[in-house]
């Protein structure tokens, strides 16, 4: 890169200006990088119009309340009085359910497939777990409140609130909305995406792993625990994007999240996110203050994506001990 | 210039002028193309009226539904003709506009109170202060005393309720926290009157349809939909006790009656809630739904086809409304009306007394 840096900026300003002998060294390699730059300056530049577009609409709400955002409980249109805690913490816990549910799942099936699954199975069990990536978040809504939702009232909720009605966490009323729907439906969307991305990696680990593993009279057990040990950092990409994924899921959240500010220690209690919030009231907010906000909660949606993946590099690292030969290292 | 082909470039040169503004001449007598934004709630009328107008007058209107706060928006950035608004425009908000902008009220819509108990199938009557308590949150559960009290020889489940509400910002909101908030004096300080509001309890379902899904998925859930939606759907529909002590059911006509009821107050501004009207048969949780156009146009033309076309809706359109379930405006609320198309101007000049439909 640093070598090749001045060429190529030699080459450019000659572009510009071009004379007969240095025109022919503006070659065709050189025209071909020039276009990569431009392409990849191009999504820095949407990016940061985004960053600057999104500051911009939330000066206001900057202004008026400052740091007190961010651990602000009330969310009143009427008064102009908007905190975003309660979305946050929606955001984070219906994310982290999904995860929990999600990660194990989706691991378990990436092992099958690339590990145990006969060649023939294995294509057609993944074809139907990549399926579940394309179908539109609003299906998975409406499946969500017509068939999810029925099921968690009348089955699911009833046994949480009579077995696990000690903890705070199952406490409340059986209404099927609420954080744990939204976190369920969100751990659905996010395992195709872990399962995929793991079993790719596995499936780029070389076979004398493998066979190494078992010449050394590892069960099959401990050999498949001998892969996995080398597709971690892998792994933990595949899961960060599933994270992404459900930090900044919408439509199907906001149709089962309940939608409300107050904050619960239940899973069962209604809740809200931030992406939901934005989707519920941007069309309709008159107020100057109220628009503010809700760009100010787009800005901490995007702080918080920007902090989790941060972490979840970081995590990868310290993984990895720093190793950037093993197949998927993000 | 070939005289031959003169004819058809004038005709495409008139085309892109109505189309875009993009016209250089002298501008055409009559702007065939009108823009609007704003309210999803009337959207079936206006579309119904677009039509119809269309046929008649070949002036074609182009709607887009895209809700109540943004239409306003585009009024103030001048990107449409008119603007469309289920929520008056509140003086504070008035003095942002870049000129001065008049109310026209077109239709008038129910907000009903719609509920799911299974087995149950008498008719159920809630008193104002029922329904400001249930979305307060102080009554929880359908076999309240207060709730049996307002019901007779009922026999009401014990079921628990489940209040819900629009998560979304909306016009359907406004009327019914407008509502709330006029016939209690807690629900005003709690809570207050906006197109989204704090709740102090239940659950919030997006769109009429997002509601809709909720009470119908949850025994004991009790929600507020617009009624042509209600009716669509055939949900159940709570009476309401009005201010003049009689229970009613909602339907078009009794909002016309609520309509009638505050017409004085109307007279004065347009812009009062007509909600806990004191007509007799009147439906209380009513609201009317407005056009927002700005008293003077920029464009002659435009302005015209526009305060025509308005002139149009309030009389000849209002035959449209009921079969979608809309309120009729009442003689009373038309008179009103006419007295605001004459204000309206186009570079000073008055507009209706050079229109001549």
């Known amino acids: 890169m640093s070598a090749g840096a001045p060429t190529r900026a030699t080459a450019f300003v000659a572009s510009r200006a071009p004379s007969r ?66 979305y946050v913490v929606g955001t984070l816990v219906t994310s982290a359910i999904a995860l929990l549910l999600a990660v194990p799942f989706g691991i378990g099936a990436a092992v099958f497939l690339s590990e145990i699954a006969p060649p023939r199975t294995g294509a057609v069990i ?55 729907p939204a976190g369920l439906v969100l751990a659905i969307m996010v395992v195709p995406t872990v399962t995929s991305v793991s079993r790719e990696i596995l499936r780029a680990l070389p076979d004398s792993l493998r066979g190494a593993a078992l010449a050394l009279g590892a069960t099959r057990a401990e050999a498949i625990g001998v892969t996995l040990d080398a597709a971690r950092p892998g792994i933990l990409g595949a899961v960060i994007l599933a994270l992404g994924r459900a930090l ?14 107050h904050m619960s220690w239940s899973l069962l209690a209604p809740g809200a996110t931030m992406a939901s919030v934005i989707a519920n009231e941007f069309t309709e907010a008159v107020g100057k203050l109220h628009l503010a906000a809700l760009f100010e909660v787009a800005l901490v949606l995007f702080v918080v994506t920007l902090i989790v993946n941060a972490v979840a590099r970081l995590i990868v690292m310290t993984a990895t001990g720093g190793r950037r030969d093993v197949a998927g290292a993000a | 210039m070939n005289s031959r082909i003169r004819p058809a470039l004038a005709a495409i040169a008139l085309v892109a002028a109505a189309g875009a503004v993009l016209c250089t001449g002298a501008p055409p007598a009559h702007a065939q193309q009108l823009t609007g934004a704003g309210a999803t709630f009337p959207y079936p009328i206006y579309s119904k009226w677009f039509d119809v107008y269309h046929e008649k007058t070949s002036v074609a209107i182009n709607y887009q539904s895209i809700g109540s706060g943004a239409g306003i928006q585009q009024v103030k950035s001048g990107t449409v003709d008119f603007g469309a608004s289920d929520a008056a425009i509140s003086d504070a908000a008035l003095k942002d506009m870049p000129r001065r902008v008049v109310h026209i009220p077109t239709v008038g819509g129910a907000v009903v109170l ?91 379902g997006k769109g009429n349809d997002g509601v809709a899904g909720v009470v119908k998925q949850t025994p004991g859930a009790i929600g507020y939909v617009e009624l042509a939606y209600a009716k669509q759907n055939q949900l159940p529909m709570a009476f309401v006790r009005n201010k003049a002590g009689k229970y ?63 002139d149009w809706a309030i009389h000849d359109g209002q035959q449209y409304a009921s079969a979608l379930e ?27 007394a050079t229109a001549n439909p």
Not at chain 1, 59 to 86: I, M, N, Q
Not at chain 2, 336 to 341: A, M, P
Request: net charge neutral; aromatic share 10%.
């Open chain 2, 114 to 204: 719609a509920y799911n108990l299974p087995g149950f199938d008498g008719r159920i009557q809630l008193t104002p202060e029922l329904v400001a308590g249930i979305y307060l949150g102080d009554i929880t559960t359908w076999n309240d005393k207060r709730i049996v009290a307002a019901n007779p020889g009922v026999t009401m489940p014990a079921a628990p309720i489940l209040a819900v509400h629009r998560s979304d910002g909306s016009g359907t909101t406004n009327i019914f926290t407008l509502y709330l908030s006029s016939v209690s004096s807690r629900w005003k300080d709690v809570a207050g009157a906006a197109t989204s509001v704090s709740w102090p309890s239940g659950v919030g």
């Open chain 1, 21 to 86: 002998d240095e025109s022919r060294r503006f070659s065709a390699d050189d025209a071909f990088a020039l276009a990569l730059r431009i392409a990849s300056l191009a999504v820095l530049a949407a990016v940061l119009l985004l960053v600057w577009q999104t500051l911009r609409g939330a000066a206001p709400a900057l202004h008026a309340y400052g740091p007190a955002f961010l651990t602000g409980t009330a969310w009143d249109p009427v008064a102009e009085r908007f905190g975003a805690l309660p």
């Open chain 1, 248 to 261: 900044g899921e919408t439509m199907a959240v906001t149709m089962l999240i309940g939608n409300t500010n």
């Open chain 2, 326 to 352: 809309y309120a009729q405006l009442p003689e009373a609320i038309v008179k009103v009306n006419e007295g605001t198309l004459k204000l309206l101007t186009a570079g000073g000049k008055k507009l209706m």
């Open chain 1, 126 to 180: 993944s074809f139907m777990i990549e399926l579940l990536a394309s179908i539109p978040s609003i299906v998975y809504g409406l499946w969500g409140v017509f068939v999810l939702a029925p099921f968690l009232r009348t089955l699911v909720e009833p046994w949480l609130i009579k077995h696990l009605g000690f903890l705070p966490l199952f406490q409340g009323f059986p209404f099927g909305l609420g954080i744990l």
């Open chain 2, 248 to 310: 009613v059911e909602p339907s078009a006509a009794s909002v016309t009656a609520a309509m009638t009821g505050v017409a004085a107050q109307l007279a004065k501004d347009v812009r009062t809630p007509i909600v806990n009207s004191p007509a007799a048969d009147a439906w209380p949780i009513s609201g009317l739904t407005f056009l927002i156009v700005y008293q003077d146009a920029k464009d002659a033309a435009r302005g015209l086809a526009l305060a025509r076309f308005l």
